[in-house]
């Protein structure tokens, strides 16, 4: 009798943190959007479009970052202050406190 065939399982995405450069599966990120309008926002859902980076949820990634410029390089924009803010604001609302 014939084999059954072989069940294809989907590849699991992998992103790296911008700031310490750990490789995971998608789900253990956030994602940062560079908008049309140029601001920088989190994306919980990684939906959005515009250009993306992942940070990892330890706070250091975060602090570094937002404060060292590797978010800036990554999404090739410069983050203006409320942008910074507001991203502060989202991590601290998911338990990230850089």
């Known amino acids: 009798m014939g084999e059954?065939?072989?069940v294809r399982t989907r590849p699991?995405?992998?992103r790296t943190?911008?700031?310490?450069?750990?490789?995971?599966?998608k789900r253990e990120?956030?994602?940062i959007v560079r908008t049309a309008e140029g601001s920088v926002v989190a994306d919980p859902t990684g939906k959005k479009p515009g250009r993306g980076a992942?940070?990892?949820?330890q706070p250091a990634?975060?602090?570094q970052a937002i404060?060292?410029?590797r978010l800036e390089r990554s999404l090739k924009v410069r983050i203006l202050p409320a942008d910074a803010d507001g991203l502060r604001g989202?991590?601290?609302q998911i338990g990230v406190t850089p």
């Not at 943190?17 to 599966?25: F, H, L, M, W, Y």
């Not at 992942?54 to 949820?57: A, G």
């Open 29 to 31: 990120f956030v994602r």
């Open 61 to 63: 990634c975060w602090d």
């Open 12 to 14: 699991v995405p992998q």
């Open 4 to 6: 059954a065939p072989a």
């Open 17 to 25: 943190c911008v700031a310490c450069g750990r490789v995971s599966s």
């Open 90 to 92: 989202f991590a601290s």
């Open 54 to 57: 992942y940070l990892c949820l």
């Open 67 to 69: 404060k060292k410029g």
